[in-house]
């Protein structure tokens, strides 16, 4: 077994209104700790729709999605609007669907539907 | 039956990731269909979090002891993971849950494990001063293979 990476968030910002948030590794207890101080300055700056790609994530878990539901809040809360980029069969989507996080947080395995989800805001 | 897998740790963050990447490891040698083995990594998780956070000093300074078996079921094929601990008592399936949120400004960014625990479990026995939780996942045995 070898030592995963460690977990990353990086961010771009796509136009004036969207930004997509890109977090890497795994998002067990460490994980998440680690990725926490970058996903809050990735989402400091407000945007009208931010999506959080999730597809270099490699495992999700509860503690992962609280952070995730947080950022959410957080963004909604100043009238922005979140949604998630998960491939379709893959261990995060069990992780999302398991918590019925799906019905919270828009899913989307399709980039395209993700971006203009995000910026729709539903 | 295969002989049982089987791993010993230390209740903290960095060794319940150590026995996460031994089940998913474990599975695969064992052609565990990689949907169950995100399901079973996930309520490895969830389970070893609860005693962390909740078994208290005992469960921290005693071994916690993880085995993974797979075996024939009614035609199909079943694993089966078992995690002792020597924390508090605690039946997650009995357990106070509370009601799953209707909306996002409803949800709480914690509590979510338990539910997940629910849905894997198969059974809880408190036997010997430790908690015995088992939980699984079946799959038909024509399923792909990794």
Redesign the interface.
């Known amino acids: 077994?070898s030592t995963?990476a460690a977990t990353t968030v990086t961010y771009e910002d796509i136009g004036d209104t969207l930004r997509r948030i890109v977090i890497s590794g795994?998002l067990?207890?460490?994980g998440t700790t680690e990725m926490a101080a970058g996903l809050a300055e990735a989402v400091a700056e407000p945007k009208r729709g931010v999506i959080v790609d999730l597809t270099g994530v490699a495992?999700?878990?509860?503690?992962g999605?609280?952070?995730l539901?947080?950022t959410?809040?957080e963004i909604?809360g100043r009238g922005g609007f979140m949604v998630l980029l998960a491939m379709g069969?893959?261990?995060v989507m069990?992780?999302l669907k398991?918590?019925?996080?799906d019905t919270?947080?828009p899913v989307f395995d399709n980039p395209s539907l993700a971006y203009s989800s995000a910026l729709r805001g539903f | 039956m295969s002989r049982p897998h089987a791993i010993t740790i230390v209740a903290d963050?960095?060794e319940?990731?150590?026995a996460?990447?031994?089940l998913e490891?474990a599975c695969r040698e064992l052609a565990v269909p990689?949907?169950q083995?995100?399901?079973l990594?996930?309520c490895l998780?969830?389970v070893l979090?609860n005693i962390?956070t909740h078994g208290g000093e005992a469960a921290r300074s005693e071994p916690v002891h993880v085995q993974l078996e797979v075996e024939p079921r009614d035609g199909d094929r079943a694993a089966r993971v078992t995690v002792s601990d020597a924390g508090a008592a605690f039946d997650p399936l009995s357990a106070p849950m509370a009601p799953?949120?209707k909306?996002?400004?409803e949800?709480?960014?914690?509590g979510?494990?338990l539910?997940?625990i629910r849905?894997c479990s198969l059974g809880y026995r408190r036997q010997g001063g430790r908690n015995h939780l088992t939980f699984g996942a079946s799959w038909k045995e024509n399923a792909h293979r990794l």
């Open positions: 077994m995963p795994r067990d207890n460490i495992f999700l878990a509860s503690v999605i609280g952070q539901i947080a959410a809040q909604k069969s893959s261990s069990t992780s398991m918590a019925s996080i919270l947080i | 963050s960095h319940a990731r150590r996460s990447l031994w490891a990689q949907e083995v995100d399901r990594a996930l998780e969830e979090a962390i799953p949120p909306s996002l400004a949800a709480l960014p914690r979510m494990g539910g997940i849905q």
